[in-house]
């Protein structure tokens, strides 16, 4: 396993969870981050495979079932890059309210602990 495809990996990953291919019940999951992290006091973390979303609280439906879906295929998505599921701890999707709009990164650590951060734009 090559592990400068991680960070490519983290950034493909987080890319297509907050692209307008991601909808649930007829909501784009988008549309409903930025009030999302706002509530949630301008930052949000969402772990993945577990689901786990921090700060904890009224998280919406569509955004719930959404997280269980991506949750679900990111081995998968690890896979198709030649990265096992093994390698990689939590990967989380933190998403942070800026002056200028939001700022959203993948964060994941390796068994080896190293870190990996990838911007998505």
Known sequence: MKRKTIPSALHNFGHSFLSFNNYVDDVFI?????????RSGGRLDIHFPSGRVEPPGDVPEALAKSIGYWSNDLSK????HGIPMTVLGDVVLRITL??????????A???????YVATVA
């Not at 800026?98 to 964060?107: D, I």
């Open 109 to 115: 650590t390796d068994e080896l602990g190293r870190d």
């Open 30 to 38: 988008l549309d409903l981050l930025p009030e999302v992290v706002r």
């Open 77 to 80: 998505h690890l896979d198709n």
């Open 98 to 107: 800026t002056a200028s709009g939001m700022r959203r990164e993948v964060h």
